[in-house]
């Protein structure tokens, strides 16, 4: 059985987020999607809203655990036992970012990264332009998932 770890800050989880969870589901044993705080970012939610958020949009796969992450992500994965790290890549830009994080992660750590390629209909989803439309009291419902819009309503500014 292949485990893959799935790391992002996922602030919040997009519908794109649970687009590359799906399929990356569907080819793996297990996928763990780790949630973690990257220093560099002010989230709007805390770490463990995060999770709760990424578990009930992920609730109907059977094969898919949320947790939180903390340290390195190669650490985390091999400390997960997993065998591959995750990525979804949106364009150019997010490629060269993350060849290079793959690069470290293999040479430094000797995890493989699976970049899945994200659906063109799904490229301009993000989570900071979720979190700026639903700062300025716009509807940024339609790119997250149902569970996620109800507990941003419910949760607004939950740091």
């Known amino acids: 059985m292949i485990r893959a770890l799935f790391p992002g800050s996922f602030d919040p989880f997009t519908i794109g987020h649970l687009d590359i969870a799906e399929r990356a589901a569907a080819q793996v044993g297990e996928l763990v999607v780790g949630v973690g705080a990257n220093p560099a970012k002010n989230p709007m939610f805390t770490v463990e809203q995060r999770v709760a958020m990424a578990s009930a949009a992920l609730a109907h796969l059977g094969n898919v655990r949320v947790a939180a992450l903390q340290g ?3 650490d985390a994965a091999r400390g997960l036992g997993a065998a591959l790290i ?3 890549v ?3 830009d997010d490629a060269a970012h993350e060849a290079v994080q793959a690069a470290f992660n293999l040479e430094a750590g000797g995890i493989d990264t699976w970049w899945i390629p994200t ?3 799904l490229s301009h989803v993000s989570s900071s332009a979720v979190r700026e ?3 300025l009291g716009k509807d940024a419902h339609r790119y997250v998932p149902p569970a996620i819009s109800r507990f941003m309503t419910d949760n607004r500014g939950g740091s």
């Open 90 to 92: 949106r364009g150019a």
């Open 119 to 121: 659906r063109p209909a």
């Open 86 to 88: 995750v990525k979804g």
């Open 133 to 135: 439309l639903f700062r």
């Open 72 to 74: 390195a992500t190669m």
